[in-house]
């Protein structure tokens, strides 16, 4: 990449002696040796990064969509639990794809590295055109409407009001993000305790109720009653919604580069968090059942406010509050792992190359982190963002199938590739075959929601060919984008990160000759 060379000159260390004035400066100006993304996501942050981001604003609000679709109690708790395992199977195929093609970017980095430049753009394109500024601005909507729900007890907050509240959230947040790592992830360490304690406050006062006797709506009979029997296509939409409620269980591989021991703490991170959100998951719809009748949570917008409005009194505001303090937390986590996305993306030459530097002193994507904040605050003015998400909820999970199918596909083609961690050929092909599934039913039922995700996709092909594909365009053009890029440097103060050698070895110089397999898989 052009100009990637010339950044070593400025983390060279200082030849001859040094001062005691020198020293100060130094201190007071500390530039690191090597300019490049820092590995300061330990186990701990790697897990609060995943269940950060798949505990948002779904598991406090929107429950009845499943209650609604499946048609009994019993049946939604079915769905919760299969939904948890069908994450689990998925993130169970990351986990391989993370150790043995350990780069930051999630999907679209194994989508290219398997499939070539084409395929990896175009979802690299519906991810950063649509798919993560939708998701964040819904995300911010949703922290900014329970902000304002006391200001406005009696209405709907104003329009402009959480449009402006969301904004100065994604500019503050956006300012963290660019000024440290270490802050951004103390920030989703904090605020993913507090939703866990915010859901741990529901469990137990769900309980509670149970131990006074109110758990008539959880006994078999009544459990699996059904005043209407769901048809197939209605299971595979409550599964959808299940489904939603799980996304964010693959954000850790957007971010393998900036992980402690990533072949260590990736896989355990995955194995830790997955079945902590399903059991919490599971517990919290245990409790909204044991103290909400199905009529009452079919008719509630929040079921956790009107839960918190039936049981915790003078304290049901603790239930807005947690809502605002979770989907804060949400926001942080996509718009640091979206960052690393377009990141990922301008450093493989598919956008921009400034996209692709870091500042020269805190090390974090500022214009990576901007771009996305600003498209974002794009989404928000445009309005239409619940159109939107419904063709965001289908691109993303095609995106997972092509992923996970490349994981088979990648076994084909480089039998003998070492693989720290090889998932049994039955964890794809289940996770593939429920994907199928759910997506064909989408198909049929939702034929022109599909349809407009793939024509947003497939509008990636012509900006591929013209943007990325064709070498041999007019020096003029050439001179702008380097002026453009040169301006942007300026401003920002970034510089293309330094390489280590080791981190740029190709998966062929990663065969373990002995055998081409390693210890753990031979267990599998």
């Excluded at 305790?193 to 509670?208: F, Y």
């Excluded at 928000?380 to 596909?409: D, K, R």
């Excluded at 740029?504 to 898989?521: H, I, M, N, Q, Y």
Aim: net charge positive; proline share 5%; charged share 10%.
């Amino acid at each position: 990449m052009d100009g990637q060379n010339g950044s070593s000159s400025i983390c060279s260390r200082p030849q001859g002696s040094v001062t005691d004035g020198q020293k100060k400066k130094k201190k007071k100006k500390k530039i690191p040796d090597r300019v490049t993304l820092k590995k300061e996501i330990g186990l701990l942050s790697a897990c609060t990064i995943i269940i950060g981001n798949i505990i948002g604003s779904g598991i406090f609000i929107s429950p009845k969509g499943v209650l609604e679709h499946s048609g009994s109690v019993g049946l939604a708790l079915v769905v919760w639990v299969l939904g948890g395992c069908i994450a689990a199977l998925g993130s169970l195929c990351y986990a391989e794809l993370g150790v043995t093609i350990p780069k930051s970017g999630g999907d679209y980095s194994y989508v290219t590295e398997i499939f070539g430049g084409l395929m990896g753009f175009l979802l690299l394109w519906s991810a950063v055109l649509i798919m993560y500024p939708t998701t964040l601005a819904v995300i911010a909507l949703t922290f900014s409407s329970y902000v304002l729900q006391p200001v406005f007890p009696n209405c709907v907050p104003p329009y402009m009001a959480t449009r402006m509240l969301s904004a100065t959230c994604l500019l503050l947040l956006s300012w963290v993000n660019c000024s440290s790592v270490r802050m951004a992830t103390r920030i989703q360490d904090v605020f993913t305790v507090g939703k866990l304690m915010a859901l741990g406050l529901i469990i137990v006062v769900g309980l509670v109720q149970i131990i006074n006797g109110n758990y008539e709506a959880l006994t078999p009979q009544v459990a699996f009653s059904l005043e209407r029997t769901p048809s197939v296509g209605q299971i595979a939409l409550a599964f959808l919604q299940a489904s939603f409620a799980f996304s964010g269980w693959n954000f850790l591989n957007y971010v393998t580069e900036e992980v402690v021991e990533p072949r260590r703490n990736l896989p355990r991170a995955i194995y830790i968090s997955i079945p902590l959100v399903t059991f919490v998951y599971t517990l919290t719809n245990i409790a909204y059942f044991s103290s909400m009748s199905p009529e009452e949570l079919l008719s509630s917008n929040a079921v956790a406010v009107t839960f918190g409005e039936k049981l915790l009194g003078m304290f049901s505001v603790i239930m807005p509050i947690s809502v605002a303090l979770s989907t804060f937390g949400g926001i942080n986590g996509y718009l640091f792992t979206s960052s690393r996305l377009c990141f990922s993306g301008a450093r493989e030459g598919h956008l921009p190359s400034l996209l692709a530097m870091i500042h020269y002193k805190k090390c974090t994507p500022i214009p990576a982190l901007l771009v996305c904040c600003a498209a974002t605050i794009v989404i928000l003015c445009i309005g239409e963002t619940h159109n939107l998400i419904n063709y965001v909820s289908f691109i993303n999970y095609l995106s997972y199938g092509v992923t996970i199918a490349g994981l088979l596909y990648y076994r084909w083609k480089k039998p003998n590739l070492y693989r720290p961690i090889k998932v049994n050929l039955l964890v794809p092909v289940c996770y593939l075959m429920f994907w199928a599934l759910l997506l064909g039913f989408s198909l049929y039922s939702e034929p022109v929601v599909c349809g407009v995700g793939l024509v947003i996709m497939l509008t990636g092909v012509p900006v591929y060919f013209l943007g990325v594909h064709w070498k041999a365009k007019p020096k003029c053009i050439y001179n702008f984008i380097e002026r453009a890029t040169f301006v942007g440097q300026r401003l920002c103060f970034v510089v293309f990160p330094q390489i280590d050698p080791i981190e740029v070895a190709t998966p062929s110089e990663w065969t373990d000759r002995s055998s081409g397999r390693s210890s753990l898989s031979a267990n599998s």
